[in-house]
Each structure stands twice: as C-alpha cells, then as structure tokens.
Nanobody
C-alpha cells in the first residue's frame, strides 16, 4: 500500500524558516514525480513545487520561487521543502503528492495530476 507521510510543520514567526519532509513507502520514489501543494482555509489547494522522477528540473510557483527550495533523496524515498522568509500568507496545510505517470510541465502543477497524497502538515506563520 502506497503511503506518503509529511512531517516538519509547525508555528513560526514571519521571516522565519521551516523544513518539511515527505517520505514515500510502498513505491519506489525514484519512479514518481513528486510535488508539494498547500491549502489555506476556504481556498483551493494550490501548487508549491514539483520535481520529476529523474530530478532534472524543479518547478516552483511564482510566489514561492526564491524563498522555497525543493529537493529529493531517492535513496531515502524522500522529498523535502525548505521554506525561508516565511510570510503569514504562507499559512496553510502543506501536502505531499506523488504520481508515476508521464506528466507535462503544465500537468506537474495541477492537483488532478497526482494520484497519491499525504495527510498534510500544518504550517502557521504568525505576524
């Protein structure tokens, strides 16, 4: 059974940093595109970052580029999201997602492209 588990969320002041981790079990992470999404209360789930299974390029949402860094470690079946210079508007539940299918650059940023999802981890940024 495929399982994604996110860890590392918490409460941080504006301007601070947090690092999220996501581990994949039940499948080989190296054969999955991996992504981070987030969902704030009352809003739709939105794309944060994604990396193809071969790790040749990492994609970021425009609002996070330069502040967030995604990485993957296939040996540990894990992906990470380092978040710096956090803002109150970054407050959300952050989800890890995975899918083995071939995805276009556009599809990597779409919620509907991913079959496997974690349970989410709460990130709260206070002002």
């Amino acid at each position: 059974q495929v399982q994604l588990v996110e860890t590392g969320g918490g409460l941080v002041q504006a301007g601070g940093s947090l690092s999220l981790s996501c581990t994949l079990s039940g499948r080989t992470v190296s054969r999955n595109h991996m992504a981070w999404f987030r969902q704030a209360p009352g809003l739709e789930r939105e794309f944060v970052a994604a990396v193809r299974w071969n790790g040749d390029r990492i994609y970021y949402a425009a609002s996070e580029k330069g502040r967030f860094t995604m990485s993957r470690d296939n040996a540990k079946s894990a992906v990470y999201l380092q978040m710096n210079t956090l803002k109150p508007e970054d407050t959300a539940v952050y989800y890890c997602a995975a899918d083995p299918a071939s995805l276009s650059d556009y599809s990597l940023s779409q919620v509907t492209s991913y079959y496997y999802w974690g349970q989410g981890t709460q990130v709260t940024v206070s002002s």
